[in-house]
């Protein structure tokens, strides 16, 4: 008898937990596929049919997870003799069935029809700024993701927006976020206008009108560039930029402005971000829950290294000022395509802000978040809600303006409270990676300089995508930079790229 067979007749119970969860990643795949379909390709008369569709589809994944044998077999597996590797399998499998376990499957359908028909229809509001025609749908949603929160809150003796934070980041509270956004409220107001000064002798570089299949032609060049794997994955366009799909799968999408391309390209390379980190998770675990991405934030955090780290740095604007101009046929130089993408200036629009204002569009959505799911702010109320907070933290005001305002983003109409912290967390954690990495490889301007990004990818291979979740987020973090998250290199990156580089 092998040592494989050996080990496989002396752990049953994961064996066959093993075999459950890979037949949920396989229905997993499929809604996943439905999503993205749903927002690039389907018809606009399909929506409730496909709505009811996913609703079932949901449910079966509900009572997958939540199968009366697979909980027990769950207890019985930490009984087994297993691998550390094993241990981290069956730890995850545990924290996923926990989610599911809480929730009552009509609940489950419920939301998630509920949710396709908002965000549906939600595309067309936003277009239209009708607020008042969004508003009542948004109110079903808020009132479920309530209950959903309450639920999971009493399951896990947390509160509920702790509930919902957990389902994306676990370990991350109320309290730790508080504290890293009160921090950083206390430096970044101050930033923004040293900036913003120092940028005054800049002269306005207005962007080229281009037209949308040359953007894609570039688009597709730089992906390869980056090196996306065309035989796992595929770019297509929605009206918001997203990865979906699954590891060996992966779906990508972007929107053009033919007279913006700038939006375009630094959308698609945020999500190529992404699906780097998907394409390198660990094909040995793919099925597996211990195979997936750690959580939310390390995923911003590889998508904003992408655009942030790497596609902001004066070497890759190099690379893609030549790109740009063969494409487009432009004449950009290498310092007006960095006026371009380093210049802050405070925007209505998140996924269009520069990294320096950007904390300020998430602190807005965290408070809005937080009031919403206690009870303390009601959707009525977020138009004034939101013109206020953008007021007091970028000066601007968005009045009467919902479509730039409270209903620019497609996070709350499909239920996602709790996700927006992720994407700050994302940008210190790329900070923090960067940081590491720099000590291991030396200067990254350098490698890009000298047609090395190989070693940068083989870097966050190693480190980050081929760990999935073998570790805790904080052990991850702690393993690759010698300290938990830590905000410091996030505010010693915009110093040094914003304030002491020219």
Not at 241 to 257: H, Q
Not at 475 to 484: I, K, N, S
């Amino acid at each position: 008898m092998t040592a494989n067979k050996h080990q496989d007749s002396a752990t049953p119970h994961y064996n066959a937990l093993c075999a459950a969860f890979k037949q949920i990643h396989h229905f997993e795949h499929l809604r996943a596929l439905g999503d993205w379909d749903q927002a690039t390709m389907m018809p606009s008369g399909g929506s409730q049919a496909r709505g009811d569709a996913m609703a079932e589809l949901a449910l079966h994944i509900h009572g997958l997870k939540t199968a009366p044998d697979l909980v027990d077999r769950l207890a019985a597996a930490g009984e087994e003799a297993l691998s550390s590797e094993q241990v981290a399998n069956l730890r995850e499998m545990r924290y996923q069935t926990l989610q599911a376990t809480a929730l009552p499957g009509e609940l489950v359908q419920q939301k998630t029809a509920l949710t396709y028909a908002c965000e549906h229809a939600w595309r067309q509001q936003r277009k239209d700024n009708d607020w008042q025609g969004f508003k009542p749908n948004l109110e079903q949603v808020i009132a479920l993701v309530r209950e959903e929160a309450q639920i999971l809150g009493e399951a896990q003796q947390l509160s509920p927006y702790d509930a919902l934070l957990n389902k994306f980041e676990p370990g991350t509270r109320t309290e730790s976020l508080n504290q890293v956004f009160g921090e950083i409220r206390t430096w970044l107001p101050d930033m923004i206008k040293q900036v913003q000064a120092k940028q005054q002798s800049w002269p306005s570089a207005p962007v080229p009108h281009t037209s949308a299949a040359a953007q894609q032609a570039l688009n597709l060049d730089v992906m390869t560039l980056l090196g996306f794997d065309f035989n796992q994955g595929r770019l297509d366009t929605s009206s918001h930029p997203f990865s979906g799909g699954m590891p060996g799968d992966v779906r990508i999408t972007t929107r053009y402005d033919e007279t913006d391309f700038i939006t375009s390209l630094y959308s698609t390379i945020h999500e190529v971000g992404h699906a780097r980190y998907e394409q390198g998770l660990p094909p040995k675990w793919r099925t597996q829950p211990v195979g997936l991405a750690r959580s939310m934030a390390i995923h911003e955090s590889q998508s904003l290294f992408f655009e942030m780290q790497l596609a902001r740095s004066p070497a890759m604007i190099v690379l893609l000022t030549e790109k740009i101009n063969q494409h487009l046929g432009t004449a950009l130089t290498n310092q007006s395509l960095t006026h371009l993408v380093q210049r802050v200036t405070p925007g209505q629009i998140r996924v269009d802000a520069d990294e320096v204002t950007y904390p300020c569009h998430i602190m807005l959505r965290f408070e809005a978040e937080k009031g919403l799911v206690d009870n303390s702010l009601q959707v009525a109320d977020l138009p004034e809600f939101w013109d206020n907070q953008m007021q007091s933290l970028l000066g601007l005001s968005t009045k009467g303006d919902y479509r730039n305002g409270c209903m620019q983003d497609i996070h709350w109409p499909v239920g996602e409270l709790g996700y927006f912290p992720s994407y700050s967390l994302g940008a210190m954690y790329a900070a923090q990676f960067k940081a590491s990495m720099v000590k291991t490889l030396g200067d990254i301007d350098s490698l890009i300089q000298a047609g090395e990004m190989g070693q940068i990818m083989a870097w966050l291979e190693q480190h980050i995508w081929s760990q999935g979740s073998l570790l805790t987020t904080d052990a991850l973090v702690t393993q690759v930079t010698g300290e938990v998250l830590n905000p410091v290199h996030f505010k010693h990156h915009l110093e040094q790229r914003y304030l002491h580089q020219w």
